[in-house]
């Protein structure tokens, strides 16, 4: 069963609010009833006190106790004066002539003690407050005054503190009737506004934003939910980026493999159906096997990525001198090279050392240079060293074509290419080499940055931390 939000606020307002009429009806009435018992005691016991004062200064005593009657009598006080036998000495203020006290009261009385009592109905037909003192001549005890009065004013006030606080009651539900519906009436606003952008959010929409504020925790939360819906929307403008990018990955390879294939496909039936002359055979074979390492190395680079970004790799590092390896990779990419007719210049201090893992750095270094050669024609690519704070820094810096400012980021994407146009080149092709390159670097702690000018040339920076 739906208890709806407005409801629940009203229950819970208006159950505080009669819990605390009710607690505070109870105290007022118990602290009023003490505070007029109080009072009323000590006014009896004043009168008590000048009326035993006065009997002992007269001998008239039917004359002083018509004389207390006649004042007492204006204030609704009743008494009588009684003997040590508890027969009261006059009848005036209509009390029996016998006083009937318990035991334990004539007992408290008789030990020269006041006796007061709170509330009593049934020996004097009617709720009173009395109090009954002592008449002691020396230590003796020779009679006492009982002196009681009405307490009918007592809860008549009582009553009408009840009744105020009755009508206070129904004002505080009034008003809390109106909060409820108001807060309730905001509230549900404000989440059935989460509710509907919550829908938009599982139907796909991510660009909905709610109005925030740190005045609550709904506030709170819909700041929350609105970094949420950022992240998602984020995230799928990145899921989107990535599945264009494999679509078009997957058209690439998809071309790229057609054509070694149908060439391989090609030779082979040529070969076996005899449609190849003699002396063309040779270099039927020899495209056969470049198209073969085409193959493989499309394959290769897949799988490299996949084992680098999956933390497949163990680096095993070890101190290198740098200029050994830089001359390596000069020797290995120079015949690529000069195919571009680009020259390819080593400037590194003798001695300066790398902590690195060889086979990775070197990966790391022909993949950066491939993508300069592949990018420059008639230009110089320079590949330097040098200590840096903690670090060996590798740049590595070439004339090419250079990349525009708005892709530099993108460089760094799988299966990016800068330049479509020229997927036909032999390396690079695929557009793995440079996500390879960042993720190597990221293993060794490192750290790779690329400026570039187009029409100038591009810059790659390398920096690996001393271990």
């Known amino acids: 069963m739906k208890f709806r939000y407005m409801f629940q606020q009203l229950v819970s307002h208006i159950s505080v609010i009669v819990v605390a009429f009710v607690i505070l009806s109870i105290v007022f009435a118990h602290y009023v009833g003490n505070l007029v018992f109080e009072e009323k005691v000590q006014e009896l016991t004043t009168y008590g006190e000048n009326i035993i004062s006065d009997i002992n200064r007269t001998s008239n005593i039917d004359g002083l106790i018509r004389q207390y009657s006649n004042m007492l009598g204006e204030r609704n006080i009743l008494f009588t004066v009684f003997d040590e ?11 029996v002539p016998q006083v009937e006290l318990k ?3 004539w007992d408290k009385v008789r030990s020269g003690h006041v006796v007061s009592v709170k509330q009593d109905y049934k020996r004097f037909e009617q709720e009173v407050t009395f ?4 008449y002691m001549i020396g230590k003796s005890f020779v009679g006492g005054v009982l002196l009681a009065s009405p307490i009918s004013g007592t809860q008549e006030m009582i009553h009408d503190i009840n009744q105020y606080l009755f009508y206070t009651m129904f004002l505080a539900l009034a008003v809390a009737l109106l909060m409820s519906w108001l807060l309730s009436t905001i509230h549900v606003k404000r989440i059935k506004r989460l509710r509907k952008a919550t829908s938009m959010i599982s139907a796909g929409d991510y660009s909905v934003k709610l109005p925030s504020s740190d005045f609550d925790e709904i506030g709170e939360l819909s700041q929350d939910f609105n970094k949420m819906a950022l992240r998602l929307q984020k995230s799928m403008e990145e899921i989107e980026s990535l599945e264009s990018r494999r679509r078009k990955f997957m058209a690439d390879v998809s071309h790229e493999m057609r054509t070694p294939l149908t060439t391989i496909s090609g030779v082979i039936e040529g070969i076996k159906n005899d449609l190849i002359p003699e002396e063309e055979k040779e270099k039927g074979v020899q495209l056969v096997s470049q198209e073969t390492k085409r193959l493989i ?7 490299d990525y996949e084992k680098i970004r999956s933390n497949q790799v163990t680096l095993q590092k070890e101190m290198i001198e740098l200029i050994e390896v830089l001359e390596v990779v000069k020797d290995t990419l120079e015949p690529q090279a000069d195919e571009k007719n680009d020259h390819i210049i080593v400037e590194v201090p ?7 893992d060889y086979d990775r750095l070197i990966q790391i270094l022909i993949n950066i240079i491939k993508n300069s050669i592949q990018f420059t024609d008639n230009g110089t690519i320079w590949i330097r060293g040098r200590e840096g704070e903690h670090e060996t820094v590798i740049e590595i810096e070439d004339t090419g074509v250079g990349i525009d400012s708005s892709e530099i980021e993108n460089i760094w994407h799988r299966f990016y290419k ?3 146009s020229r997927t036909g080149t032999p390396f690079g092709q695929f557009g793995l080499g440079l996500s390879i390159v960042k993720q190597l670097v990221q293993l060794h702690n490192g750290k790779i940055e690329v ?3 187009k029409g100038k040339g591009t810059k790659f920076v390398i920096r690996i931390p001393s271990e």
């Not at 036998?85 to 009390?95: C, H, R």
């Not at 109090?131 to 002592?134: G, K, Q, S, T």
């Not at 190395?297 to 799988?303: A, H, Q, S, Y």
């Not at 003798?350 to 690195?356: C, S």
Request: glycine share 10%; net charge negative.
């Open 350 to 356: 003798e001695g300066l050392m790398i902590t690195a």
């Open 103 to 105: 035991k334990k009261e």
């Open 451 to 453: 400026s570039s000018e």
């Open 85 to 95: 036998n508890g027969v009261s000495i006059s009848t005036v203020g209509g009390f």
């Open 297 to 303: 190395r499309l394959v290769n680079e897949n799988l």
């Open 418 to 420: 800068a330049d479509v």
């Open 131 to 134: 109090i009954v003192m002592p």
